[in-house]
Each structure stands twice: as C-alpha cells, then as structure tokens.
C-alpha cells in the first residue's frame, strides 16, 4: 500500500480519536463543575472501593496511569475526605488507600464517569462487535506505547 493511501486514513483516524478525547474531556469538566470530580477521579475511586484496600502502586497499575498523576488524584481524594491512607499493622511503612463512608455514599451518588449516551451506544452493537471494538482499541493503544525516537540523534 502506498503512503498516499496510508495518510488519509491515519489523518482520518487520528482526528476521530481526537474526537473522543474531547469528548471524555468536556464530560470529565461536566463532572468537575456539577459534582466535583473527575473522570480520573471517579476511576480511582471506584478502583479502591472495587478492589478494598490498595497501595498507591497498585492503584497505578490498575488504572494505567503515571504515579505522579495518581498522587495527585489521590491528595485531592483525600482532602474530600473520599479516600484515606492508612498504615497496615503488619508492616508500618506500606500506607493502603481505603475508602471513607463520605467516599461510599459519593460513589452511589455520582454519575457514571462514563457519558450515559457512550454506554447506551456501545450496548446497541453486539457482544461481538464489543469485542471488536476492544480489540482494536487496545491494539491502537499499544501502538501508543512504544518509544517515539529521537530524531535528534
């Protein structure tokens, strides 16, 4: 295939991902503004509440982002009185991130952090098409993951 017929298509592409980034982006703001949190927080919490007890480290990898991002979502969890750090009795230095009952009674409060009309479109394809779907994201994502070189070099 040549590169001509390659660069609309990954223009194309990458305009539609672009897309749903803004999407999740205006939606997390909505969340921010109406009940503040968002959706990284929102996925955070419902992380700690899903899986009990968590280390930071743990909560990381679970949720694909950068440590210091998650500190972050973390410190202001937990200035909501959401989320607490505590230490375990068998070794005092690991600190665990549990919920508070303020964090409980939040989660069944709040808004999916996923827009309603996303779910109720996702739920119209079938479970193969789902799958699909899934499949192909998580290829484009790992795509992603790779080293970007320096050209520099």
Known sequence: MSTRMVEPLIIHLTKRLREIARGFDKYSRYLQE????TIPQVICLREVHEHGPLTL???TKIVA???STVTGIVDRLEKQDLLQRTRTSIDRRQ???QMTE???RFLTE???PVPDQFVEGIHRFS???VERIVWAVDQLADLL???IPDKRE
């Open 34 to 37: 109406h009940h503040h949190i």
């Open 57 to 59: 480290g743990e909560l």
């Open 65 to 67: 982002l950068t440590n």
């Open 95 to 97: 600190i665990h991130l």
């Open 102 to 104: 303020k964090g409980i």
């Open 110 to 112: 709040i808004p999916s």
């Open 127 to 129: 479970q193969e098409e």
């Open 145 to 147: 993951k790779t080293e």
